[in-house]
């Protein structure tokens, strides 16, 4: 049984905050506690305004996020650990070989899908991303 979902990326300012807010919505009254962390993470900075304006078109509100660094400890008190791309598997064996075998994409139900970084981008990049990561939710509900 998962209590306790993380969600990682990089910058932990636009997938993985999103992720984490849509995943908690998903998952609400089921005493799952979600958050998220960055591998790279802009530290202390509030979730990207385009990531926000999506949730909240959705009923969903990121606002409160600060971003946080991951670390050996927060992998360690994950039960899973969700990420959005190959390459972010790679580092977290690297920064916690022991949190290896709990972590996998986000995409895994759909292909393996990898959900690229919107950061910078127009819009349709962060609409393309949003509705990834939502498929990778619903995919993983029934899981959890």
Same mark, same amino acid.
């Given at each position: ?6 969600? +990682?990326?990089?910058?932990?300012i636009c997938?993985?905050?999103?992720a ?7 998952l609400?009254g089921r005493?799952?506690?979600v958050?998220?962390?960055?591998l790279?993470a !802009?530290?202390?900075?509030?979730i990207?305004?385009?990531?926000q304006?999506l949730l909240?078109e959705?009923?969903?509100d990121?606002? !409160?996020h600060r971003?946080?660094? +991951?670390s050996?400890?927060i992998l360690?008190?994950?039960d899973l650990v969700?990420v959005?791309?190959?390459?972010h598997?790679k580092?977290?064996?690297e ?5 290896s075998g ?8 759909d292909?393996?899908?990898?959900i690229?970084d919107?950061y ?5 990049a962060f609409?393309? +991303? ?6 990778? +939710?619903?995919?993983w509900?029934?899981?959890?």
């Amino acid at each position: 049984m998962f209590k306790n979902i993380l969600f +990682v990326c990089i910058g932990n300012i636009c997938r993985s905050p999103s992720a984490e807010v849509m995943m908690r919505a998903a998952l609400e009254g089921r005493g799952i506690h979600v958050s998220s962390a960055g591998l790279g993470a !802009l530290v202390d900075h509030g979730i990207d305004a385009t990531a926000q304006e999506l949730l909240v078109e959705r009923g969903l509100d990121g606002s !409160l996020h600060r971003a946080r660094q +991951v670390s050996s400890q927060i992998l360690s008190a994950a039960d899973l650990v969700l990420v959005m791309e190959r390459k972010h598997l790679k580092r977290i064996s690297e920064v916690a070989p022991e949190a290896s075998g709990k972590s996998f994409l986000l995409g895994k139900w759909d292909g393996d899908t990898e959900i690229p970084d919107p950061y910078r981008q127009q819009r349709p990049a962060f609409e393309h +991303v949003y509705r990834l990561m939502a498929q990778g +939710v619903e995919s993983w509900k029934r899981y959890i």
